[in-house]
């Protein structure tokens, strides 16, 4: 889907035949040729969102571009489409959604509308995920629709440094997109913590923790960062980056992080050493 947004877009911006000249907002005239989307796994939300993402293999880099004219102008989320996944690749786009879900849901530019949209999708995504891994029919579908309704929700407001680190990961190991998020995201979670107001609450509800209303602040933001490990671990998601990370190569992933277009959504700033401290705890 995004390799046809990226197409769509070149074919009526001739002007922008290089790829690289489309990075961040791209400065496009012309809407893309018209785009009927169907997607075969329930995880990027690409059907509705106005991104795209592109690996460059000479600079061992992935970049996302962002741009409005770049929508489906039909997107077929049908479960059925998705119900040939193996339980692996599941599982690795499902925690893509659900990680869309959370970082939109604390992202800078989140508000009433897009809130309503991540935890939605939070609940339907956490509800689910579990289901679909088993090829269960209900789970396959409310993964359909939570991971449509999280890119609903985050095309309006971005991301956050979880999408940052995950991409450097893929274009420099080829570790799954979906993979590399879950792996960030606990971690990410306890690094924005602090910066996060009341919403770990809400994510842990979403969830389906009880008692959250009766929790101290410490103890709604652990359970939040707990019931998202539990669904990784359940779905069989490794929990580091050892085997993937060589401590090496830290410095280009750090600076390429930093670089990455969803790291201003981050609701706390963070420096490519904070990024850098942050891989090398997961090798
Ligand atoms: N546009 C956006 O807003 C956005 C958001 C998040 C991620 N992305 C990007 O999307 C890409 C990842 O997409 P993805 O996670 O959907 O994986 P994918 O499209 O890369 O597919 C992974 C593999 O699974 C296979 N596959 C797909 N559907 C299948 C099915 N139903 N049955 C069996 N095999 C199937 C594919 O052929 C491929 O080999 C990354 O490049 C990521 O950066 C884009
Ligand atoms: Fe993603």
Known sequence: MDTAKGIGIIVNNPENADVRSLEGVSPTKNKSVAIIAVPTT???????????????????RKFVCVDPKDIPV?????????????????????MDALTHA?????????WE????????????????????????SEGREGMALGEYIAGMGFSNV????DHSMAHPLSAFYDTPHGVACAILLPPIMEFNRDYTGEKYREIARAMGVKGVDDMSQEEYRDAAINAVKQ?????????????????????????????????????????????????????
Do not use: W
């Open 102 to 110: 959370i970082e939109g849901y604390i992202t800078l530019g989140a």
């Open 74 to 94: 039909v997107a077929v989320v049908d479960s059925d489409m998705m119900s040939s996944m193996p339980k692996g690749l599941t599982a690795a786009t499902g």
């Open 231 to 283: 669904l990784s671990l359940d779905v069989g998601i490794p929990q580091d980056l050892k085997g993937i990370v060589q401590e090496k190569d830290i410095p280009f992933l750090s600076d390429s992080a930093f670089k990455d277009a969803c790291k201003p959504g981050n609701p706390r700033d963070c420096t490519a050493e904070e990024i850098a401290a942050i891989y090398k705890s997961l090798i």
């Open 113 to 136: 509308l897009s809130d309503m949209f991540h935890i939605k999708a939070i609940e339907l995504i956490s509800k689910s995920l579990r289901g679909a891994v088993k090829n269960e």
């Open 158 to 161: 971005g991301l956050g440094v």
């Open 42 to 60: 329930a995880g990027t939300a690409a059907e509705v969102t106005i991104n795209y993402v592109i690996t460059d293999p000479e600079k061992q």
